[in-house]
């Protein structure tokens, strides 16, 4: 390893690896220290002296100098450096330089190779932290290559990317040179490889950024993404707040005639994105979730099932394509939900009617009795036993009769 290897070799890790100085010079003199010891048996006697700019590296080898040697790795006798002149005393130290050939070609390899492994080593951390701290943000790379299972992708340094086909939206199919856009999912270091990093383009993150990207007040800080949840490739729910009543949450998501949500719709290969305004009344949220189909009541069981009841007409509206509407309703609050048929009314059914509107034919504080026991219409009333009316309304058999008989005429034809 002559100087001009040695000044190529500096020159390339300092400005291809982008290694900083002070770990390039600590590298350079661990790599000669572990050759010294191997050779000298100790390198702590040992002086290294580097300038990476020159491309030199010097080395020398300091020893007592001693009358009788007992270690020569240590020390040098006092005639050997005193036999052209009498310049040393004994327990003084000799420098001597090290020239590299001293090494053996052996060595010489051993230096290079260390070298070598010890850089890679850098730049495996030096990647690694790069793209930990960027976990959850977008990347826009280059596909370099196609699997059955998985995607590899470029970035501008030629670092490899993954996106796994469990990453990818249903329906993708990318070739060679297409961009990519997704978000960095995980960084993972297997067996001392290099980092294996992984996007997706499935995860409710990915969505959110999109907006981040497309919508201002959003990157703001003005509005802000309650929550996400998709069905990659079908369809997605973006529940979003805005603090500021001056401004309108699923307009500005929106964008005038749609152009900033449109964007977002085609890079995610026209998956369906519903954004609606975010509430903590879960039967509220439900609504906006399963709009435009139209609710009679919702009712929560106690299996913590949540039970939605629609007309015949609303409930394909309200389970969407294959399920995925109600079920993404579900997941925005964290419930299952169940779409139950409600049959309606007959046209020969007749209407029921409010108690109140009795008052000219029954006393008023009977009315007040009967309501007092959940009954506030005609048929709540008919569908009671007398006994039972009697009883809990603490009322007689003979005013119990009459009350029946009034409101049993309001339906007889």
């Known amino acids: 390893m ?15 690896k982008n290694i900083d100085r002070p770990t390039m010079m600590g590298v350079l003199e661990d790599v000669f220290k572990t050759q010294l010891a191997k050779t000298y048996g100790t390198s702590d006697n040992f002086d290294i002296i580097i300038n990476i700019d020159k491309g030199d590296c010097e080395i020398y080898r300091n020893r007592e100098v001693v009358e009788n040697v007992e270690d020569p790795n240590t020390q040098i006798a006092l005639a050997e450096v005193n036999k052209d002149s009498d310049e040393y005393e004994i327990g003084e130290t000799y420098a001597e330089k090290v020239e590299m ?3 053996g070609r052996r060595g010489i390899l051993n230096i290079r190779q260390n070298l070598q492994g010890r850089i890679m080593d850098i730049e495996k951390a030096n990647l690694y932290n790069k793209y930990i701290a960027k976990i959850g943000e977008i990347f826009t790379g280059e596909v370099y290559q196609t699997w059955s299972k998985e995607v590899l992708i470029l970035d501008e340094d030629g670092n490899e990317l993954r996106l796994p086909k469990s990453e990818q939206i249903p329906g993708e199919h990318f070739k060679k040179n297409d961009t990519v856009k997704a978000i960095i999912k995980s960084v993972e270091m297997k067996n001392n490889t290099t980092p294996y990093i992984v996007l997706s383009r499935t995860s409710d993150e990915f969505l959110e950024k999109l907006f981040e990207q497309e919508v201002p007040e959003i990157y703001d800080g003005l509005i802000t993404i309650k929550k996400v949840v998709r069905i990659p490739g ?3 729910k973006v529940a979003v707040e805005s603090y500021d009543e001056r401004i309108d949450p699923i307009g500005a998501c929106i964008g005038v005639k749609g152009a900033r949500i449109i964007g977002i719709v085609r890079e995610l290969r026209n998956e369906n994105i519903d954004v609606l305004q975010w509430t903590n009344n879960t039967q509220l949220l439900i609504q906006r979730a399963l709009s435009p189909a139209k609710i009679s009541s919702i009712v929560t069981g106690e299996d913590g099932k949540i039970k939605v009841y629609m007309l015949p007409d609303e409930v394909k509206k309200g389970i969407g394509k294959g399920g995925c509407n109600i079920k993404l309703a579900g997941m925005l609050v964290g419930q299952e939900i169940e779409v139950w048929r409600e049959l309606p009314k007959q046209d020969d ?13 029954i006393e008023p504080w009977i009315i007040e009795k009967l309501q007092s026991i959940g009954c506030d219409t005609a048929k709540s009333v008919l569908a009671l036993s007398p006994a039972d009316i009697a009883k809990r309304a603490d009322l007689e058999d003979e005013t119990v009769a009459e009350v029946l008989d009034i409101l049993r005429s309001e339906f007889e034809e």
Request: negative net charge; charged residues 50%.
């Open 101 to 103: 050939k001293s090494f």
């Open 234 to 236: 079908e369809r997605a």
């Open 2 to 16: 002559e100087k001009t290897e040695l000044k190529d070799a500096f020159a390339e890790f300092k400005n291809l």
């Open 349 to 361: 059914e007749e209407e029921d009617v409010l108690l109140s509107e009795f008052e000219n034919e």
